[in-house]
Nanobody, 116 residues
Framework: QVQLVESGGGLVQPGGSLRLSCAAS????????MSWYRQAPGKERELVATITSALGSTNYADSVKGRFTISRDNAKSTVYLQMASLKPEDTAVYYC?????????WGQGTQVTVSS
């Protein structure tokens, strides 16, 4: 079965950096686009970044462009989210996501808190 396991969250000061990882299993990782979403308290879940399967093309939410970088290692079946210049408004639970055969799969989420 499809499994997505996020790691790398934590508490960081404003202006700091974190790298999130999502280890995938149960499907042919290299064949699917992967995404990161986030959900802040009291807000809807929002798309942060997506990386395609073949060319590794990327797309970002306007709020994170120039600060976040999504990447993937198909040999390790892992997708990453490198976050820099973090702001308090980046505080949220971050989720890994894949859509496969018309079904949506989510990881359990990892908490990122940006605070001094």
């Amino acid at each position: 079965q499809v499994q997505l396991v996020e790691s790398g969250g934590g508490l960081v000061q404003p202006g700091g950096s974190l790298r999130l990882s999502c280890a995938a299993s149960g499907f042919t990782f290299s064949a699917y686009a992967m995404s990161w979403y986030r959900q802040a308290p009291g807000k809807e879940r929002e798309l942060v970044a997506t990386i395609t399967s073949a060319l590794g093309s990327t797309n970002y939410a306007d709020s994170v462009k120039g600060r976040f970088t999504i990447s993937r290692d198909n040999a390790k079946s892992t997708v990453y989210l490198q976050m820099a210049s973090l702001k308090p408004e980046d505080t949220a639970v971050y989720y890994c996501f894949v859509r496969r055969y018309s079904s949506n799969y989510w990881g359990q989420g990892t908490q990122v808190t940006v605070s001094s």
